[in-house]
């Protein structure tokens, strides 16, 4: 993602996203798969706007609401996309993305997270993040609870949007969660809750 706001160092805008795609939701349902062998192409911009709006992009512009919902509105949630450049931190407000980290961590993240192969071979990886302190604020004891389930919503919008786009991924909820957190360098009240490694379908042989 080199495409940086020269006004807001930092800053790469995505393409709007696009609001009807090529496979109706049934379809997209019917056609999801866990898979964890992907291609290495690179994403798309256009690719990462889609699955970044799938998790937690604006849905009513008035309103502010996201794509997945969240137990009064709160939206504790944050997303990061991680690729070979680096770790940027999607902003829905904006439809952006910010650079967090620069450098590839994806093979100390694959370390953290019990060694899972697809999580340094993947073109991109997003985590979810959530702020269970936010949360907590208006929900108490049950705000752990809804962030989990939360990041469930927002993990399921983007494998369907991964599937409707014709690339793959596989949910991962296996890993140290203080070493994760420090690969990825979250700040204070931040913690990692899903890893979604998405790439493109591998190439078949011929034939096949």
């Known amino acids: 993602m080199n495409t940086t706001n020269p006004e807001k160092p930092g800053e790469s805008p995505l393409p709007a996203p696009v609001r009807k795609g090529r496979l109706s ?5 019917e056609a999801r798969r866990s898979r964890r062998v992907l291609g290495q192409r690179p994403l798309t911009p256009a690719e990462v706007s889609q699955l970044c709006w799938a998790g937690q992009g604006i ?9 997945s919902p969240s137990a009064g509105a709160i939206y504790p949630l944050e997303l990061y996309l991680i690729t070979a450049e680096g770790v940027d931190r999607y902003d829905p407000e904006t439809h952006a993305l910010w650079r967090h980290l620069t450098g590839d961590v994806r093979r100390a993240l694959r370390r953290a997270a019990m060694d899972q192969e697809v999580v ?11 702020d269970v302190g936010r949360m907590a604020r208006k929900y108490g004891q049950r705000a752990e609870r809804y962030c989990f389930m939360e990041a469930g919503h927002a993990a399921q919008n983007i494998l369907l ?3 409707a786009l014709r690339l793959a ?9 203080d070493d994760a957190a420090a690969v990825l360098r979250l700040p204070k009240g931040q913690r990692l809750l899903y890893l979604v ?3 493109p379908l591998p190439d078949r042989p011929a034939g096949h």
Request: with cysteine.
């Open 161 to 163: 949007e991964a599937t």
């Open 120 to 130: 340094s071979d993947a073109p991109a990886c997003v985590a979810i993040a959530g």
């Open 59 to 67: 849905t009513d512009a008035d309103e502010r609401l996201r794509a």
């Open 197 to 199: 490694p998405i790439g």
């Open 169 to 177: 991924g596989v949910p991962v909820g296996a890993f140290d969660d």
């Open 25 to 29: 939701l049934e379809e997209a349902i």
